[in-house]
């Protein structure tokens, strides 16, 4: 009985051995595997495409003219107000008159008011501003009805381009030019991932044949 019990394991023991190793494989390997990415997060976290907040494009947007502004100075309800951004850059302002606007982001025009208020007419005073319409934006070239639109928060190009009508039979539908400020031209892909902002020009180029 012993000899056939030795001649059973011998045959079998590698077998068994195999399986167990395979077994241990399995589990450091399922141990080892993270929850799959999906790829279209994945790609907007490596390219930074991700829809940006309105927050975020207010802390850094310079204001121009065309821009409409929410200005509240606390305590004095009679200086604050809903204002435009005029074409000389300038919002006409209660008790303190003409500010600046055009250049400045809604931080450097919080100071500017509260700098002018505080010349003899107010004691510290506390001054908020935020942007309640964004000047528009311009789109030229072949698109089917070019001119000025509103501008609307986490626009793109493709989105310009919808507003406007779509494309042209004639147009380069994978190329744009954009006029940002007082900038030239840059060139960009026309895709979901370029972003206009306020004030832009964007220019859409005839295709060669």
Do not use: H, W
């Not at 077994?23 to 929850?35: E, N, Q, R, T, V």
């Amino acid at each position: 009985m012993k000899l056939a019990g030795t001649d059973r394991c011998r045959r079998f023991g590698p077998a068994v051995l195999a399986l167990m190793g395979l077994l241990a494989l399995g589990a450091c390997a399922g141990g080892a595997s993270a929850p799959a990415q999906p790829v279209a997060a994945a790609t907007a976290q490596a390219t930074g495409s991700g829809p940006a907040p309105t927050a975020a494009l207010d802390a850094a947007y310079v204001l121009g003219a065309g821009d409409k502004l929410r200005l509240i100075v606390y305590g004095e309800p009679d200086l604050s107000g809903e204002f435009d951004v005029t074409g000389t850059g300038k919002v006409s302002l209660p008790l303190i008159g003409q500010a600046q606007a055009a250049g400045l982001t809604l931080d450097q025009f919080e100071k500017e008011v509260s700098d002018k208020l505080s010349q003899g007419y107010l004691t510290s005073p506390k001054v908020s501003a935020e942007v309640l319409n964004y000047r528009p934006f311009y789109i030229i070239g072949e698109v089917d009805k070019p001119g000025q639109y509103p501008y609307t928060s986490d626009m793109t190009v493709l989105n310009a381009v919808a507003v406007a009508g779509g494309f042209t039979y004639r147009a380069n539908t994978d190329t744009v030019y954009i006029t940002r400020g007082k900038g030239g031209e840059t060139q960009y892909q026309a895709s979901q991932q370029v972003k206009v902002l306020p004030g832009d020009i964007v220019r859409v180029p005839e295709r060669f044949f």
